[in-house]
């Protein structure tokens, strides 16, 4: 399953047509070339399958983050490794 957390672009490489962004913390290497016309540092993305699919706003982006920030506040340790594990199986193809 893929959660689409909203992430901030923090580094472009325009010649390999991607971008290192981070997730809540955690960073990771994600192609841009369906947005790679668009995208800037600084912006908010959602990922699908290794791929940044659009740009969206930063204001429903943080409110995002702040609502999967509660979930994981309610959730046990088994939960938040089984949403890991499955979110694990949308890394990019690259």
């Known amino acids: 399953m ?6 901030k672009v923090v580094k472009i490489d325009r010649e390999e047509v991607t971008a290192v962004v981070d997730t ?23 990922i699908h399958i290794g791929y940044a699919m659009n740009i969206i706003d930063e204001a429903d982006a943080l409110a995002s983050i702040e609502t999967y920030r509660e979930i994981l506040e309610i959730m ?5 490794r089984r949403i890991i594990e499955e979110d694990d199986n949308c890394s990019a193809v690259r």
């Open 2 to 7: 893929c959660l689409s957390i909203p992430s």
């Open 24 to 46: 809540m913390g955690v960073k990771r290497k994600v192609g841009i070339d369906f947005i790679a016309d668009e995208v800037k540092e600084g912006d908010y993305v959602l």
């Open 76 to 80: 046990d340790e088994e939960q938040k």
